[in-house]
């Protein structure tokens, strides 16, 4: 019995000397792994900044009745291209036919009065001279003649004003654009009191796209924008482009021209305007779009995307400090448009190593073997 237990103890002991030698083992830590990291350095970076617009005709003009009748003719569809002064519509109304002639038949008859009275002053003019009669009979005839071109020039006033309505029944286009929609059709009933306008004509030769942007964003735009004074700033201030409601980009630069003197104390935002070239018209007066404007960035230090990390709403990068360890630090950034890269507007600062791989593999205090690389070289291995 005393071998027997002599021998368990052994057994024992070895299996324990064992299992210590291979928690042992366990513990031991691989060694450090190389991982490549780029130095942080400032420079400018160009960001883009998008804003909902709509866009307008450059003249949206409302055609509207100046009397009442019926639309007789409409020369014009919907959709079409018209010029200055082509006639769009013909509204019937007999009156002001019958106004302009029995106006022009009281001019008629006011002209034959103050023939007469004329004739009547050339005939006692000679009388008077002769002493046959008074000079008063002169005076009254010269009277007759004044009152009567009096009436003549009132008569006269009733004509015009007969003939310029009855030239309201004739609607032209003021501008060249493109015909809206026609809601009334030949034979409606309309007046000058009609709230619905009978069209709209847009002339889009050029179309306005108009945005919003908040106060920090103008601050923003007049601080890097060159010139002295706010019409030079707008004036200096870099071309847009347009993104169009099918996600396309428009092919014509646009050109800002304005901006809002005031804050809209509603919204807080100032309203903004840009002028695009449409000579193909295929802008039209209501689109929906999306201007883009460049943003640029100064003393802004750009890293891949990839070697950043999200953790509770927070960006974080991996950055080498003593003895070739890693620690996390948080940054605030902006993507810029080519969708690899941000622009670390702060968190980071020059000099600062930033791990750009196997971001997913490290924790904080993990010692690497460090190698620097560009940042060409790390977005181009993605």
Do not use: W
Request: proline share 5%; with cysteine.
């Amino acid at each position: 019995m005393r071998n027997i237990a002599l021998s368990f103890f052994v057994i024992l002991s070895l299996l324990t000397s064992c299992s210590k030698s291979e928690k042992k083992d366990d513990k031991k830590e691989l060694p450090p792994q190389p991982y490549q990291y780029i130095v942080a350095k400032t420079g400018p970076a160009e960001n883009l900044s998008q804003y909902p617009a709509r866009l307008e005709g450059i003249e949206n003009v409302e055609i509207r009745p100046k009397i009442d009748g019926f639309v007789d003719k409409i020369y014009v569809d919907e959709g079409s291209q018209v010029s200055k002064g082509q006639l769009l519509f013909l509204i019937r109304n007999p009156q002001y036919e019958q106004s302009v002639l029995a106006a022009q038949a009281t001019v008629n008859s006011a002209r034959a009065q103050v023939a007469t009275a004329q004739m009547q002053v050339n005939k006692t003019k000679p009388l008077v001279d002769k002493k046959i009669i008074s000079a008063y009979e002169l005076q009254a005839a010269e009277l007759a003649l004044k009152s009567a071109k009096a009436a003549l020039a009132e008569t006269e006033a009733q004509l015009t004003n007969a003939k310029v309505n009855q030239g309201y029944t004739r609607l032209y286009s003021p501008v060249s654009g493109v015909v809206g929609t026609l809601p009334f059709k030949t034979g409606s009933y309309i007046s000058s009191t009609t709230s619905q306008p009978l069209t709209t004509v847009s002339n889009v030769s050029k179309v306005y796209a108009y945005f919003s942007i908040n106060e920090k964003q103008q601050l923003d735009f007049f601080k890097h924008a060159k010139g002295a004074t706010i019409q030079e700033k707008i004036k200096n201030a870099p071309l847009v482009d347009l993104i169009l409601s099918d996600g396309s980009k428009y092919s014509e630069k646009g050109k800002i021209e304005s901006i809002s003197g005031l804050v809209d104390p509603g919204t807080g935002s100032f309203s903004m305007r840009a002028t695009f070239p449409n000579p193909n018209g295929l802008i039209r007066s209501g689109y929906s779009a999306t201007v883009q404007l460049p943003d640029n960035l100064e003393d802004v230090i750009v890293i891949p995307q990839a070697a950043s990390y999200e953790m509770q709403g927070k960006v974080l990068v991996y950055v080498i400090g003593k003895d070739n360890k890693v620690k996390s630090t948080e940054v605030k950034v902006e993507e810029l448009p080519d969708g690899l890269t941000y622009a670390v507007t702060s968190g980071l600062k020059p000099g600062d190593k930033v791990v750009v791989e196997g971001i997913g593999l490290l924790k904080d205090d993990t010692q690497v073997v460090p190698k620097e690389t560009t940042l060409q070289n790390a977005i181009a291995r993605k």
